[in-house]
């Protein structure tokens, strides 16, 4: 099997509907695209004084990996959640400890995952203590957001270093999760024909009434970096847009919102109330869940702008991203072209596809 994108978008085709279809490419993908990528893992907040165990699964249903946050002499560690003397799950809830143990044979650890000691082991022959710590992973953190990845590669600058620079300004510290304004999806479709739906505003005047109302779809811009891509709404006149500083990158524009994709699967989408956080989790090759997860700094401009009717959005593209999903699926399709002014993003993404599964 091969992937290819043409990288030059005026003569590029889709990438191969085989892409989508093919188990194999799915498969493939949790070592070559998720697995080495940084992953959102929850913020400060799940962890902290009071709770400084808290256990969870990256990408449920598909990576699927237990690993646990902890909090030890004021530092923050990820940390695999399996015991490596049976592979029983160590931590089961989240809780303040003082240790890891593991409750199967009492294998104890500390909460920075070096190991202490295990019951019974005398005699053992060759046993090293110090090859027995639980497996460190690194942890990157972006104001209160906290990001992980399981497998060696590139580092957090090269995926978030361009969204970070270009919303320096923006008071990131202030956010606040909101689990009442959080929610989650389930889309009977591929993840990434999800991802390459929102990679363009090309639908927007067709597909989303509402939200073209508000932003002024002849100035939307795409803009794409090595690991990510920036989409920018403008707001039409009168319409609530960022108070931008004078020395930020876009001071003077009317900007009703910041799209930010991550690849492989994160978008941030920056409001001027905060921050709507998506994570496009695999589940199949023809299931995926979207999470929406919601952080907010100014609550008193909740519900206006670009960023108020999300879910109305949300089942407007579900609805359509649903519908292409059956049409991959005809033998009269295999390929399409891009529109050379509002398709960069989707382009772009289909080049790191083909690139990072180059060798399935």
């Not at 929102?198 to 803009?223: C, M, R, S």
Request: contains cysteine; negative net charge; glycine residues 6%.
């Amino acid at each position: 099997m091969s992937l290819y994108v043409h990288p030059d978008i005026a003569l590029a085709k889709t990438i191969d509907t085989d892409f989508y279809l093919n188990p194999a490419y799915l498969e493939a993908s949790k070592n070559q695209l998720f697995a080495p990528s940084w992953q959102w893992i929850g913020d400060t907040g799940v962890c902290n004084e009071e709770t400084n165990v808290h256990p969870f699964t990256l990408l449920p249903g598909f990576l699927d990996e237990p690993l646990v946050l902890t909090r030890y002499n004021e530092q923050l560690h990820c940390l695999s959640n399996v015991c490596n003397h049976r592979g029983n799950i160590i931590a089961s809830t989240a809780c303040h400890a003082r240790h890891l143990r593991c409750q199967y044979h009492g294998r104890l650890f500390h909460l920075d995952g070096r190991f202490i000691s295990m019951p019974e082991f005398e005699g053992v022959r060759n046993f090293i203590p110090e090859n027995s710590h639980l497996p460190a992973l690194p942890v990157f953190q972006w104001g209160n957001l906290l990001f992980t990845r399981l497998l060696p590669g590139l580092p957090a600058q090269a995926y978030f270093g361009d969204m970070m620079q270009r919303v320096a300004w923006l008071p990131l510290h202030q956010l606040q999760y909101r689990p009442d304004l959080s929610a989650t999806y389930p889309v009977n479709a591929h993840w990434a024909l999800y991802c390459e739906n929102y990679l363009e505003g090309f639908h927007i005047p067709f597909v989303h009434p509402q939200l073209n109302a508000i932003l002024n779809f002849k100035d939307y811009t795409t803009e794409l970096f090595p690991l990510s891509s920036l989409q920018v709404g403008i707001a039409k006149t009168g319409d609530v847009c960022f108070h931008i500083p004078a020395h930020a990158p876009d001071a003077g524009r009317q900007i009703a919102a910041y799209y930010f994709w991550v690849f492989p699967n994160m978008m941030f989408n920056f409001y001027p109330w905060g921050l709507s956080l998506n994570i496009i989790e695999p589940r199949g090759v023809d299931q995926t869940m979207v999470r929406f997860i919601t952080y907010v700094y100014d609550a008193d401009k909740l519900g206006s702008g670009a960023g108020s009717g999300l879910n109305t959005v949300e089942m407007e593209d579900e609805a359509v991203v649903q519908q292409v999903q059956k049409g991959i699926r005809s033998r009269f399709y295999r390929h399409g072209r891009y529109s050379v002014l509002r398709e960069q993003g989707t382009h772009h993404f289909h080049r790191l596809l083909a690139q990072n599964l180059s060798n399935t």
